[in-house]
């Protein structure tokens, strides 16, 4: 057998430069590029290997663990889950910092690969720096952490023991149904050992991406199903994007005048002005989408793990005799709900759903029903994003009807957390599918500014927006830095509140009084209630390397953002906006979520939210 004589390190770099994906004909690498902040643990392994390597596996420097994570899980979202990047960490806090980005992409469904640098395998000095040591558990380290956030988890302890874990890394990672976060910890000192490794094991190698077709007898009980609802009511999910069926959803909903809502994950489905299209569905969204929920008599979801934002905590889909119909790639998810299941990809489940409902279509009377209340509500985003004194202060939905103005469908807008999701889900008009990137699997503070990083990466040419708040901004803005350095022109758009607006709502609403939620000096009587912080995002970002345009009025907000969508370099506005208290907002929540308020308490703000909590609770029920 013919061998090479490599390290580990430099066996893995090389291996993952000849992995490929496959799908409908195309091809990708599945490695794109590996991300890496070096320290002992990964600097003389895989850092050394990647200097060996060279060109065939581009290094991107990243300044922050997390957020290398999240830019690689932004590029792997953007290029449809068919290619990814790599991540190397040294061992202890480079290690244990990969945690919380492993779990967004595990939740997400979304794959990225972690190199953890690891403590020694053959132990020749115990403990080495940064080591964890568990007295009654001596093969403890702390990338162990990572085990319930991978999808697939393996420590080398032996170079040879790389072969079948990098072979099941891979499959994992390609895998439509199992891919999330992959974990190979690397010890530093097996990092470093040489080997002569098997040829083969270099070998182009191309791992196609599957399509599985429905089962018969699912797909008859599906039929059947659909015909003798009366009104049913689709919920697409990311499924819908991560298998690209936009265009079969589009078809199929105009086929059968089947309404299609959406849940954070699956905005985009359809384009905004799709007859078919009636909005985010849930706790954040519309009240055509909401109110069509209530009254459905099947809900066909699609590529859904229907979390409690989309089912407004089990209180939603209200009809006595409601059934669920879920397509979806993986059983897990399909049979939630007491649902009939379709196992399939989406594309392909729904393409033998056309066929087999060949002529089918929904009662024109609930067609006429859904598109007259879908035009309301358009009437209400009209309102929310109407700018009617161009010299006032831009209200948040105002920043977001502005942009709406400006954007084409190039563009690509990147949020996670805060109030900005609500507002998104509700009032944006989406153009094209990989228009909306939001983040609410994990909903995580701190993931936009690096994801819009990875998600340049993967469509150079095209506009990317990271909107985010300023408590967003204050969790992770270090990556902008790596925008500079790699001069990607992306467009931060920082709001400015001055505090956690929307956990200051649901404060307020769950009795908690906005407590600890605004940034302002402690008073007298210690709560954070004196005025402002002198705290100047704007400055800071600039001290960073952006181009920063500060905007004070609707007028210099529109000139603002015209000028950051053209620009070539990174490009941040700030704004500081107006409360929804004074200034017409979003429209409310149109559906419940269930966050329990205090059962007993002497404040009255929070027994009078008890009193209304346990009238929402009063409706939710379990679907059997």
Sequence with gaps: MTTRRLTTAQALVAFLARQYTERDGRRNRLIGATWGIFGHGNVAGIGQALLETGAAMPYLQGRNEQAMVHAAVGYARQCGRLSAHAVTTSIGP???????????????????????????????????????????????????????????????????????????????????????????????????????????????????????????????????????????????????????????????????????????????????????????????????????????????????????????????????????????????????????????????????????????????????????????????????????????????????GLLDELVTDDDILINAAGSLPGDLHKLWRTRSPQQYHVEYGYSCMGYEIPASIGVQLAAPGRPVWALVGDGTYLMNPTEIVTAVQENLPVKLVVLQNHGYASIGGLSESTGGERFGTDYRHRAADTRFTGPPLPVDLAANAASLGMRVLRAGTVSDLREALAEARTADRPTCVYVETETADTVSGAPPAQAWWDVPVAETATRPSATEAREEYERHVAHRRRHL
Excluded at 232 to 261: C, K, N, Q, W, Y
Excluded at 278 to 287: F, K, L, P, R, S
Excluded at 345 to 363: F, I
Aim: charged share 20%; net charge negative.
């Design 94 to 400: 480079g290690a244990t910092n990969l945690v919380t980005g492993a779990a967004l992409a595990t939740i997400n469904r979304l794959p990225v690969l972690l190199l953890p640098g690891d403590t020694f395998a053959t132990r020749p000095a115990d403990p080495v720096l940064q080591q964890l040591e568990v007295p009654s558990d001596g093969d403890v380290s702390v990338n162990d952490c990572l085990r319930p956030v991978s999808r697939y988890f393996d420590r080398i302890t032996r170079p040879e023991a790389l072969i079948p874990a990098a072979l099941q890394a891979m499959r994992v990672l390609a895998d439509p149904a199992e891919t999330g976060a992959v974990t190979l910890a690397l010890p530093q000192d097996v990092q470093a050992e040489a080997y002569d490794w098997p040829l083969e094991f270099f070998a182009e190698r191309v791992w196609h991406v599957r399509r599985p077709v429905p089962d018969p007898g699912e797909l008859d009980r599906a039929v059947r199903a659909v015909r003798a609802a009366r009104r049913p009511l689709i919920v697409a999910g990311g499924g819908v994007h991560h298998s690209a069926a936009e265009e079969t959803l589009a078809a199929f909903a105009a086929a059968t005048r089947i309404p299609v809502a959406c849940t954070q994950a699956g905005k985009g489905s359809l384009r905004h002005d799709h007859p078919a299209d009636v909005g985010g569905i849930g706790h954040t969204g519309t009240a055509t989408a909401d109110d069509l929920a209530r009254t459905a008599d099947l809900v066909i979801g699609i590529g859904t793990r229907y979390s409690d934002f989309t089912t407004a905590s089990s209180t939603l889909f209200a009809t006595p005799g409601v059934r669920f119909l879920n397509l979806n790639i993986t059983g897990f998810d399909a049979h939630k709900l007491g649902a009939l299941t379709l196992v399939a990809d989406a594309r392909t489940a729904l393409e033998a759903l056309t066929t087999a409902l060949a002529g089918h279509r929904t009662d024109a009377a609930y067609e006429s029903e859904y598109t007259e209340a879908k035009a309301r509500w358009e009437q209400r985003v009209d309102a929310a994003y109407a700018t009617p004194d161009p010299q006032a202060r831009p209200t948040q939905t105002q920043v977001l």
